[in-house]
């Protein structure tokens, strides 16, 4: 298994999240990124708002991946980051 839900409390806005697991006794800890960004802040806004989440992906910090896609809006798009391991 590549993956669990785990709900956590909706909140607006950003959010950090840390996770800490025991997977067969062994502790892991995995920390997540909730981040919004406005449409408006697209730097060559065009219909295909694809091309603007991938501007966003190429600028943002390299230390993240992209987890998930949140689902947008008129306004804005939820971004889920989680914390490359090393």
Same mark, same amino acid.
């Given at each position: 298994?590549?993956?669990?839900?785990?709900?956590?409390?909706?909140?607006?806005? $950003?959010?950090?999240? =840390?996770?800490? /697991?025991?997977?067969?006794? #062994?502790?892991?800890?995995?920390?997540?990124?909730?981040?919004?960004?406005?449409?408006?802040?697209? $730097?060559?806004?065009? =219909?295909?708002? /694809?091309?603007?989440?991938? #501007?966003?992906?190429?600028?943002?910090?390299?230390?993240?991946?992209?987890?998930?896609?949140?689902m947008p809006t008129d306004v804005?798009?939820?971004?889920?980051?989680?914390?490359?391991?090393?």
């Open positions: 298994m590549g993956a669990i839900a785990i709900n956590i409390p909706q909140i607006t806005g $950003e959010q950090d999240i =840390e996770v800490e /697991v025991r997977i067969n006794g #062994e502790k892991k800890s995995y920390n997540y990124r909730v981040e919004v960004f406005h449409w408006a802040d697209c $730097e060559n806004p065009s =219909e295909d708002r /694809v091309n603007c989440i991938r #501007e966003i992906l190429a600028k943002y910090d390299p230390d993240w991946e992209l987890y998930q896609v949140g804005i798009v939820p971004i889920t980051f989680r914390k490359k391991r090393k």
